[in-house]
């Protein structure tokens, strides 16, 4: 048994809240509004302090601002409250996604761009609602007990890191593989017909490494050596984000890395704060390094872009850091596209979300290979390329779950849709809080990745997907952990009388 600890702490908001409305309001003053969208930079900045309000506020209720809460609520202040501030501000404005507001008919259009701030609030409020009320940070009396069994973590561990190697092998090794590919940031590269089950079975390697890193730091060496700990916590994470550096996706790099932090601050605290300092530090370079590496100066070489076109350095610099800073993952200009499609297609009713659960029925298929499938559904991202530029295989421009759930269900699904999702992360923080074994800690804490990585920005079925096709390896171990509970369990006082009897 792991004994784990809680401690009750005030946190001060105060002065965060204020360098945060004095850091807007210069940001403002400095950039400018968009001359094309008069008073929407404004708009823009008051919904960015009100979102950052409502985190601070829940950032009190829980007693820390390092918490699954926060988390929750800041991956969406990232992806909609900034990516808003951030393309509705700058005088000399240069374009950052794919389907732009800029780039709107200003006399039949403009008006989407108030509509989508009105949308992102809407949103914000029933995410923040489907959390509340936030859970309070109190003291547990006594020590929490987590049933631990290192020798099944370790077997776990081995076997899925094995597996995991040999996936990203099979990847790479077979026609037009190669370890160019694997060092290339590509997110739209193609993928030979049958390579498909490799995908999801190399990224089974993230989960060897958790399970193997979760077995040391529950074992004596671990608790005896923090600085050995930190550093293998340290170079696991790196191979982890090594492995799928090939994907060119952020989102993946995260998703790996989420659940281990998660585990690390409930098991190892006194480990935690230098650990995530170090992770956080790399993931913002992996974040920059993949967000200028896509943009279009830094592909057609930037010092040349630069001289060509006759931009100053400084413009150039700003134009990169607004890149970084939206992820040019921000979904707020996508919304507009969700009002277009509306219009020319009608709202979906559910269908694609359906879709993901198509996919999902068809992973088992997938990984073995065989073509025994039901038919799956148009995904909105293939209906967003087919809008865009005339051609449904174009599917890898991704308006974002706010934007799918009005193109399914209009303004009722936008608000309903992040109210359930607030509910699913209210619960899963809730499991995280009573888990007391291993599995379930590491079940409920991936889910909770998924909720922030993939649910919020991107699309609200994948989580169904991820679950069952990356998430495997967990899903197996908390069936055999949870198998050997119930085996040595003792049986009810009558029933152990009968069997005595017989």
Same mark, same amino acid.
């Given at each position: 048994?792991?004994?784990?600890?809680?401690?009750?702490?005030?946190?001060?908001?105060?002065?965060?809240?204020?360098?945060?409305?004095?850091?807007?309001?210069?940001?403002?003053?400095?950039?400018?509004?968009?001359?094309?969208?008069? !008073?929407?930079?404004?708009?823009?900045?008051?919904?960015?302090?009100?979102?950052?309000?409502?985190?601070?506020?829940?950032?009190? +209720?829980?007693?820390?601002?390092?918490?699954?809460?926060?988390?929750?609520? !800041?991956?969406?202040?990232?992806?909609?409250?900034?990516?808003?501030?951030?393309?509705?501000?700058?005088?000399?404005?240069?374009?950052?996604?794919?389907?732009?507001?800029?780039?709107?008919?200003?006399?039949? $259009?403009?008006?989407?761009?108030?509509?989508?701030?009105?949308?992102?609030?809407?949103? $914000?409020?029933?995410?923040?609602?489907?959390?509340?009320?936030?859970?309070?940070?109190?003291?547990? +009396?006594?020590?929490?007990?987590?049933?631990?069994?290192?020798?099944?973590?370790?077997?776990?561990?081995?076997?899925?890191?094995?597996?995991?190697?040999?996936?990203?092998?099979?990847?790479?090794?077979?026609?037009?593989?190669?370890?160019?590919?694997?060092?290339?940031?590509?997110?739209?590269?193609?993928?030979?017909?049958?390579?498909?089950?490799?995908?999801?079975?190399?990224?089974?390697?993230?989960?060897?490494?958790?399970?193997?890193?979760?077995?040391?730091?529950?074992?004596?060496?671990?608790?005896?050596?923090?600085?050995?700990?930190?550093?293998?916590?340290? !170079?696991?994470?790196?191979?982890?984000?090594?492995?799928?550096?090939?994907?060119?996706?952020?989102?993946?790099?995260?998703?790996?890395?989420?659940?281990?932090?998660?585990?690390?601050?409930?098991?190892?605290?006194?480990?935690?704060?230098?650990?995530?300092?170090?992770?956080?530090?790399?993931?913002?370079?992996?974040?920059?390094?993949?967000?200028?590496?896509?943009?279009?100066?830094?592909?057609?070489?930037?010092?040349?872009?630069?001289?060509?076109?006759?931009?100053?350095?400084?413009?150039?610099?700003?134009?990169?850091?607004?890149?970084?800073?939206?992820?040019?993952?921000?979904?707020?200009?996508?919304?507009?596209?969700?009002?277009?499609?509306?219009?020319?297609?009608?709202?979906?009713?559910?269908?694609?979300?359906?879709?993901?659960?198509?996919?999902?029925?068809?992973?088992?298929?997938?990984?073995?290979?065989?073509?025994?499938?039901?038919?799956?559904?148009?995904?909105?991202?293939? #209906?967003?390329? $087919?809008?865009?530029?005339?051609?449904?295989?174009?599917?890898?421009?991704?308006? !974002?779950?706010?934007?799918?759930?009005?193109?399914?269900?209009?303004?009722?699904?936008?608000?309903?849709?992040?109210?359930?999702?607030?509910?699913?992360? +209210?619960?899963?923080?809730?499991?995280?809080?009573?888990?007391?074994?291993?599995?379930?800690?590491?079940?409920?804490?991936?889910? #909770?990745?998924?909720?922030?990585?993939?649910?919020?920005?991107?699309?609200?079925?994948?989580?169904?997907?991820?679950?069952?096709?990356?998430?495997?390896?967990?899903?197996?171990?908390?069936?055999?952990?949870?198998?050997?509970?119930?085996?040595? +369990?003792?049986?009810?006082?009558?029933?152990?009388?009968?069997?005595?009897?017989?």
């Amino acid at each position: 048994m792991l004994k784990e600890e809680q401690k009750t702490q005030e946190f001060p908001w105060r002065r965060p809240f204020a360098a945060i409305v004095v850091l807007i309001t210069i940001t403002l003053f400095v950039r400018g509004e968009r001359v094309d969208a008069p !008073g929407a930079g404004l708009l823009a900045a008051i919904l960015l302090v009100i979102s950052a309000a409502i985190l601070l506020h829940t950032a009190v +209720k829980t007693g820390s601002f390092m918490n699954s809460s926060t988390l929750v609520l !800041g991956t969406f202040l990232l992806t909609y409250p900034l990516s808003a501030f951030v393309h509705l501000t700058g005088k000399d404005y240069v374009s950052l996604g794919f389907y732009e507001i800029a780039a709107l008919d200003a006399h039949t $259009q403009l008006h989407h761009v108030y509509l989508s701030l009105a949308l992102v609030l809407l949103a $914000q409020l029933a995410l923040w609602l489907g959390l509340s009320p936030a859970r309070t940070a109190a003291i547990v +009396k006594g020590p929490k007990l987590i049933r631990v069994r290192s020798a099944l973590l370790i077997l776990a561990g081995v076997v899925f890191t094995f597996v995991g190697f040999a996936g990203t092998y099979m990847l790479f090794s077979g026609p037009g593989g190669s370890l160019q590919d694997l060092v290339t940031v590509d997110r739209a590269r193609q993928l030979d017909a049958g390579t498909a089950r490799f995908v999801f079975i190399s990224e089974w390697l993230s989960w060897g490494i958790i399970f193997l890193l979760t077995a040391f730091l529950v074992s004596r060496t671990s608790r005896n050596h923090p600085k050995v700990t930190l550093a293998a916590l340290v !170079g696991g994470s790196v191979c982890m984000l090594f492995n799928l550096l090939w994907t060119g996706g952020r989102a993946e790099n995260l998703l790996a890395i989420l659940p281990l932090i998660f585990v690390v601050k409930k098991i190892a605290p006194r480990n935690f704060r230098p650990f995530a300092s170090v992770i956080v530090i790399g993931i913002m370079g992996i974040i920059a390094f993949e967000t200028i590496a896509r943009t279009t100066t830094l592909q057609d070489s930037g010092i040349d872009f630069l001289a060509q076109s006759g931009i100053s350095t400084g413009q150039f610099v700003a134009n990169q850091l607004a890149a970084v800073f939206d992820w040019q993952m921000g979904r707020y200009p996508t919304i507009s596209l969700a009002f277009d499609m509306v219009n020319r297609y009608g709202h979906a009713l559910g269908l694609t979300l359906l879709q993901g659960l198509t996919i999902t029925i068809n992973a088992p298929a997938t990984l073995l290979h065989i073509p025994l499938k039901v038919p799956e559904l148009e995904p909105f991202s293939a #209906l967003a390329g $087919q809008y865009i530029y005339n051609d449904s295989s174009i599917n890898f421009v991704v308006p !974002g779950t706010l934007a799918e759930l009005y193109f399914n269900f209009g303004v009722l699904g936008v608000f309903g849709g992040f109210f359930v999702i607030g509910r699913v992360a +209210k619960y899963c923080i809730a499991v995280t809080h009573s888990a007391s074994d291993m599995g379930t800690l590491l079940l409920s804490s991936y889910v #909770l990745a998924m909720l922030c990585i993939s649910t919020i920005p991107m699309t609200t079925t994948i989580i169904l997907y991820n679950l069952a096709t990356i998430g495997f390896p967990i899903l197996a171990f908390c069936v055999i952990e949870q198998s050997l509970i119930h085996a040595k +369990k003792p049986l009810p006082q009558s029933a152990a009388r009968m069997a005595v009897i017989s």
